[in-house]
């Protein structure tokens, strides 16, 4: 299984809801990332969970807030976004942290904030 | 200068044709280096990982150049289905922990029957 999934695929949300994204790997991999993409961007590193704990933030939004249950899940979850923050979110896993190592990306939650 | 600058494109080939790819980074520092394709509304895909000796996987030929710090990929014989927007990706060690994932802004493939 070299695969990483994302639930939902799609999520339309008001700026009072509060949602949460969802990513899964069965690879053993021990690091964990969230990015977003907006159209004809490149993809922007959000955060970092090196071994379940969370390595690196790039100044994001508290209205975005991470969480690591256990090595294979990572979860975004969403509160009072804004009209900008819709995107596609993605999310991907390294074999181990550090710089060296190759990141595989799930599939994406594509965001909507009306 | 931005760290990771690459064309933007379009390159329009016709099938069969070679193209190549440019990117540059600014960051002597830089330890790895790696090619993604991304389809259109869909995910980053890692196409290969750059090393420096050069290395190739098929129709594909990736080389890197630190003294000059640019990197190619090279497609051979272009296939429709190679039609995508290539990322170059950089990445280093930043200290503490940390380290810096930076893509490039990609480059569009068009392969015209």
């Known amino acids: 299984d070299t695969e990483v999934t994302q639930t939902p695929k799609h999520l339309v949300m008001g700026m009072t809801n509060k949602k949460s994204l969802k990513c899964e790997q069965h690879?053993?991999?021990?690091?964990m990332y969230w990015y977003k993409q907006k159209a004809k961007k490149p993809p922007e590193l959000m955060f970092v969970y090196s071994y379940e704990k969370l390595s690196i933030n790039e100044s994001v939004p508290s209205r975005f807030s991470p969480e690591c249950p256990n090595s294979s899940l990572l979860n975004l979850h969403l509160h009072a976004l804004q009209p900008e923050d819709s995107a596609l979110y993605l999310c991907?896993?390294?074999?181990?942290?550090?710089?060296?190592?190759?990141?595989?990306f799930g599939p994406g939650t594509r965001l909507t904030v009306l | 200068r931005k760290e990771v600058e690459q064309d933007p494109g379009p390159f329009n080939v016709p099938e069969g044709a070679t193209v190549a790819f440019n990117c540059t980074y600014s960051?002597?520092?830089?330890?790895?280096f790696f090619w993604y394709r991304q389809d259109c509304r869909k995910e980053p895909k890692l196409l290969m990982s750059v090393y420096s000796s050069g290395n190739e996987d098929g129709r594909f030929t990736a080389q890197l150049n630190r003294a000059s710090q640019y990197i190619s990929l090279l497609i051979r014989d272009s296939k429709l289905s190679d039609s995508a927007t290539y990322l170059c990706?950089?990445?280093?060690?930043?200290?503490?922990?940390?380290?810096?994932?930076?893509f490039g802004k990609g480059t569009k493939l068009s392969v015209i029957p």
């Open positions: 990706v950089v990445n280093r060690d930043s200290g503490a922990g940390s380290y810096q994932l930076t």
């Open positions: 960051n002597s520092a830089s330890q790895s």
């Open positions: 690879m053993g991999h021990r690091a």
């Open positions: 991907a896993s390294s074999q181990l942290p550090g710089a060296l190592n190759e990141q595989f």
